[in-house]
């Protein structure tokens, strides 16, 4: 049973820097493509951003690329979200997510396997 713990959140002022990780553990870690979602008070979570089991490509929302950056550690059974330039709109809970086997570039909340219980990051202006 796949298990992911996220670590790493915490209070920011805004356009300060955090990086967010995520260990894997209880199959195969290189058999999974890797997801970040968010969720902030009163809204939905949303897909943040992805990487492929072999680290080759990564994807991101919108509102993030260009601030954000996702990697992936197979040695280590490590995901990792690196985050700069933050600001008030992204206080939110961050939650690692993984899919088994998928090669594609489409990441939704119903299509992911196994989420962690999250880490709260609050920027603060």
């Known amino acids: 049973q796949v298990q992911l713990v996220e670590t790493g959140g915490g209070l920011v002022q805004v356009g300060g820097s955090l990086r967010l990780s995520c260990a894997f553990s209880?199959?195969?870690?290189?058999?999974?493509?890797m997801a970040w979602f968010r969720q902030a008070p009163g809204k939905e979570r949303e897909f943040v951003a992805a990487i492929s089991w072999s680290g080759y490509s990564s994807y991101y929302a919108d509102s993030v690329k260009g601030r954000f950056t996702i990697s992936r550690d197979n040695a280590k059974n490590m995901v990792y979200l690196q985050m700069n330039s933050l600001k008030p709109e992204d206080t939110a809970g961050y939650y690692c997510?993984?899919?088994?086997?998928?090669?594609?570039?489409?990441?939704?909340?119903?299509?992911?396997?196994?989420w962690g219980k999250g880490t709260l990051v609050t920027v603060s202006s």
């Open positions: 209880g199959d195969t870690f290189s058999n999974y493509a």
């Open positions: 997510a993984s899919r088994k086997y998928y090669s594609g570039g489409v990441f939704y909340e119903g299509a992911m396997d196994s």
